[in-house]
């Protein structure tokens, strides 16, 4: 049975990654950065440039010149808040979220623009690239006296009480999770 129009073209941007290496946002930040702004000068150059089909190229030109672009989520947020200066800081995060994944099955990390947000019924953490060599862990410890290391978070978030600086995978460790882990079970 063939597919309606919409099915289609569901189906084109979901295999667009594993046809041309890259996903539908991914090309649409190539070619926003290219400043064309006609489609069919856009569809000439993702052609010319780097080898796509005519289809590909032009629902790239659509997507990239219509006002309701889709925003990115999920994974490609985590890539972003880790890309460029900040890539060093990757293992970081992944460390914190395998340790908070083994608290339960309930354990959510969603992720924002800027940062990701660690949940059960409700935010108990977040993890935050804030410098090319710091990575901020907050977390919500209501009426736990801050210490040199579990600040109060002041003006760095107000969704946590308390924020963790934190420069390296060495410091991800039994005391970061165990307050994570506190954190958690109030939550």
């Known amino acids: 049975m063939a597919k309606s129009p919409e099915e289609a073209l569901k189906t084109m941007i979901a295999n667009m990654k594993a046809n041309t290496g890259k996903s539908l ?6 070619a926003t950065a290219s400043k064309l702004a006609k489609h069919g000068e856009i569809v ?4 010319a440039e780097h080898g796509l089909g005519h289809g ?17 989520e999920g994974d490609e947020l985590l890539d972003a808040q880790y890309a460029g200066a900040k890539a060093g800081l990757r293992p970081i995060y992944d460390a914190i979220a395998k340790a908070v994944s083994k608290f339960g ?38 009426g736990v006296e801050p210490t040199a290391r579990l600040e109060a978070s002041g003006s760095f978030n107000a969704m946590v009480s308390h924020r963790v600086r934190v420069g390296s995978v060495k410091e991800v460790d039994a005391e970061l999770i165990g307050w994570l882990k506190k954190a958690y079970e109030g939550a």
């Open 105 to 142: 099955g309930d354990v959510e990390c969603s992720q924002k623009k800027t940062y990701v947000s660690l949940r059960r019924s409700k935010q108990f953490g977040l993890v935050q690239p804030t410098t090319a060599t710091r990575v901020d862990v907050g977390i919500n410890l209501k």
């Open 44 to 47: 000439k150059m993702l052609k």
């Open 25 to 30: 946002d991914e090309w649409v930040k190539i």
């Open 56 to 72: 590909f190229a032009n629902q790239v030109a659509a997507t990239t010149l219509s006002a309701g672009a889709a925003p990115p």
